[in-house]
């Protein structure tokens, strides 16, 4: 697999920009690849409320993390030297290292409280695994973070693979032996995390591990620790909110409509975000180290701008066609019983195409430091989100209603992320507008041309039409891009080190955004 990696990178462009969204697209594309061919496949083998039960209690392990490390690992890319960022290093592994105790504390003293959250005793001897999970996943992020800082985005794509080939292999084998128990589910997601962190591990002290036993000491890690303490101060209430958030959503739908529906709305989730993660996973790092690098973050714009609107021309139809589909595509790929799938999906295409036109630029008002502004637009989501599905599950008495209030708050705050990036950024404005505008003509044909071909024609051949229709739009966009072939003017930076920056944006956190298939 290795050398298949090797062999690719011979071929990527030059640029480097292009050249490391490439190599983390790559290993991308291979992983949500083989994720939803897996997530098609475990649907057979295991039952929505075994998806649900899982879901509900790895939220736990979620909602931990987001406090896991206090965050310093954001600080890891921004240090001035080697030296300096191994000290944050090891300050976000002990930190890592003792919430993860709280963790286990917390699971001894009062594993009844979780259990019943979870609302499945089955699981309560796997409440043990919260801690490891935790700690594997604050590891995670920290040994990423150091592969960016050292441009390593081959290795770095090469163990996103990994871990979803282990994690789904895992979780096939163990289904035949656990019946389709959710332990099966629980054990595939630790193995993962193992094997990753492991062959991280190794990856990143390479070269690096005499420098680590001279350079990082108690002192080193305090002075790390005033020096970034407005990561801990400013990105752990962010994303507490995020967490609390999304995760609270799965509590509350798993309290109120039970675990098959938490079941249901999470492989929803994973289905619709699989292209979104396809994206954000390849360009956000990319982006962050190319935008903290650069003198003025307006000079990203061009770029920026120009990449957006390939995504909004290739991606709009494809989720008209999918929303519109939604419950017969569920149905024909993952079972009748899993039909329900289509439904949230069709509720969650509005939010989830925008979350793709913004998505990749989650680091950006850290770069400015302007992340107060970011919290803002995150707590007013959060409480507009559990609001309107208070509203619809109590009014209208459905989960689907809850859902769809919350999707529409998820468009809001998508949209308002955007304008934000863009003013904050000195990003021309025209450029957004001029993306909305596509978006909205792209969208609003494509659903024309359905609603022309279900009205017209019987309802058996509508999904054939609509395929073919795809098609076609596609066939004259691959034709427009071979003819039209703009390059992207950037200078390449591969000899400068990775960031020049010695302070961390002026609130010293990032502006992350949570993903709600994560």
């Known amino acids: 697999m290795r050398g298949l990696f090797r062999g690719l ?71 001035e030297d080697d030296a300096q960022a191994l000290s944050v290093f090891a300050l976000q592994t002990v930190c890592n290292s003792l919430l993860s105790g709280v963790v286990l504390a917390v ?77 099966g589910l629980v054990l595939g997601s630790v193995a993962g995390l193992l094997v990753v962190v492991g062959m991280l591990w190794v990856q990143a002290s390479l070269g690096y591990g005499r420098l680590l036993q001279q350079t990082v000491t108690k002192r080193s890690m305090w002075q790390s620790a005033r020096k970034y303490r407005n990561f801990p101060k400013y990105t752990v209430p962010y994303g507490l909110v995020g967490v609390l958030r999304e995760r609270g959503l799965i509590f509350l739908l798993g309290i109120f409509a039970g675990t098959s529906v938490v079941g249901l709305y999470t492989q929803a989730l994973r289905l619709v975000h699989s292209p979104i993660n396809l994206v954000a996973n390849s360009l956000n790092l990319v982006l962050y180290r190319r935008a903290v690098a650069e003198p003025d973050v307006a000079n990203v714009a061009p770029v920026v701008s ?23 595509i569920a149905s024909l790929l993952m079972g009748d019983r899993w039909a329900d799938v289509g439904l949230y999906g069709a509720l969650w295409a509005a939010p989830a195409y925008v979350y793709l036109l913004g998505g990749w630029m989650d680091r950006m008002l850290d770069v400015v430091g302007r992340q107060r502004v970011a919290m803002v637009i995150e707590v007013c989501y959060s409480i507009l989100a559990l609001a309107g599905f208070a509203i619809g599950f109590w009014c209208f008495g459905s989960a689907a209603a809850g859902i769809a209030l919350v999707a529409v708050a998820a468009v809001l705050y998508q949209f308002s992320w955007l304008v934000a990036v863009y003013y904050l950024c000195r990003f021309p404005f025209t ?5 909305g505008l596509h978006s909205l003509l792209l969208a609003s044909g494509a659903g024309l041309f359905l609603w022309a071909s279900s009205t017209l024609l019987a309802p058996s051949f509508t999904p054939w039409v609509g395929a073919a229709g795809l098609g076609v739009y596609y066939t004259v966009m691959l034709i427009l891009t071979r003819t039209r072939q703009p390059a992207i003017d950037e200078p390449d930076n591969s000899g400068d080190p990775i960031l020049s920056l010695s302070q961390p944006s002026a609130d010293g956190w990032s502006g992350e955004r949570l993903n709600p298939a994560a």
């Open 9 to 79: 990178s011979s071929c990527l462009p030059k640029s480097e920009l292009t050249r490391n969204a490439a190599l983390l697209g790559g290993g991308t594309v291979l992983s949500h690849g083989l994720q939803v061919l897996a997530t098609l496949f475990l649907a057979k083998l295991y039952a929505p409320n075994a998806f649900g039960e899982w879901a509900l209690l790895m939220s736990f392990a979620t909602v931990a993390s987001a406090v896991g490390g206090l965050r310093y690992e954001l600080a890891i890319v921004l240090a």
């Open 107 to 183: 699971v001894l003293l009062a594993p009844s409280a979780i259990w019943m959250a979870i609302g499945s005793q089955e699981l309560s001897p796997w409440l043990y695994v919260l801690p490891v999970v935790v700690f594997l996943t604050g590891m995670t992020q920290a040994v990423n973070y150091w592969l960016v800082r050292t441009k390593q985005f081959r290795w770095l794509a090469f163990y996103r693979l990994a871990q979803t080939a282990v994690c789904v292999g895992t979780q096939t084998l163990l289904a035949i032996l656990v019946q389709g128990s959710p332990s």
């Open 306 to 328: 120009r990449i957006t609107m390939k995504m909004a021309l290739l991606a709009a139809p494809a989720f008209v066609f999918f929303a519109w589909f939604a419950r017969d």
């Open 431 to 435: 450029d957004l507008a001029r993306i």
